[in-house]
């Protein structure tokens, strides 16, 4: 595809609920970003990939959230035993390489009720 | 700790004027600073890119500057139009994750 691409595109979990969101980042970008967005607010880091190596997660709020990039395209991030301080718009983020312009998705809207 | 600050109220201007907007920075030396558009459920879309060692620097209507004295960027919209509306938002980069702030909202009125 042209652009980044995530799914789903909006989420519904009840608290409690694992949930899955993927990210199909630009083909042959080496860098892959995570943000999360709160209604109002910039986004947020919280992890990034340099090809299939995570190489920096500080910004994951929780051990409940998980990422992975294992053949370094396509990502996932999981969040385990949803809470409701976990509804946010979470975006995905490509780039070429490094201190370039990002490309992002546009983004997956949970929502944990 | 590093802080991004993009003025929270919006921007509201006349349709033709010139749209300014601000972003300082404390607590931070970024290589490079980028300036992004939102618009409401959309992912951001990037416009400009500036280096630390650049003043300004142009794209169509758009153009930036850096201050890394001052630790602020201004990017301006000359000839706003009603499709300029949107919220803009600054990144900050000194390693290679780029730091957002909280953006802010610019409505064109025509």
């Known amino acids: 595809g042209a652009g980044v691409s995530q799914s789903p595109r909006y989420k519904v979990a009840k608290r409690g609920q694992d949930v899955a969101l993927r990210c199909d980042p630009i083909?042959?970008?080496?860098?892959l970003f995570w943000y999360q967005q709160a209604l109002g607010q910039g986004p947020e880091f919280l992890t990034y990939?340099?090809?299939?190596?995570?190489?920096?997660k500080s910004g994951l709020p929780s051990d409940r959230f998980f990422a992975e990039r294992p053949e370094g395209s396509v990502s996932t991030l999981k969040i385990q035993r949803t809470q409701q301080e976990d509804s946010a718009v979470y975006l995905c983020?490509?780039?070429?390489?490094?201190?370039?312009?990002?490309?992002f998705g546009q983004g997956t809207r949970l929502t944990v009720v | 700790s590093q802080k991004i600050e993009q003025n929270s109220e919006a921007l509201n201007i006349q349709e033709g004027k010139t749209a300014t907007l601000t972003c300082n920075y404390t607590?931070?030396?970024?290589?490079?600073l980028q300036w992004y558009r939102q618009d409401p459920g959309r992912g951001p879309v990037f416009l400009l890119l500036i280096r630390e060692n650049e003043k300004e620097k142009r794209k169509e209507r758009l153009k930036v500057t850096f201050d890394t004295t001052l630790k602020q960027s201004l990017f301006h919209i000359t000839a706003s139009q009603p499709a300029d509306s949107a919220t803009y938002l600054c990144a900050l980069g000194g390693s290679y994750i780029p730091t957002f702030g909280r953006g802010t909202s610019l409505i064109v009125h025509p």
């Open positions: 990939f340099q090809n299939e190596a995570q190489l920096d």
């Open positions: 983020a490509s780039s070429p390489g490094l201190e370039t312009e990002a490309f």
């Open positions: 083909s042959g970008h080496v860098s």
């Open positions: 607590n931070y030396s970024p290589a490079y």
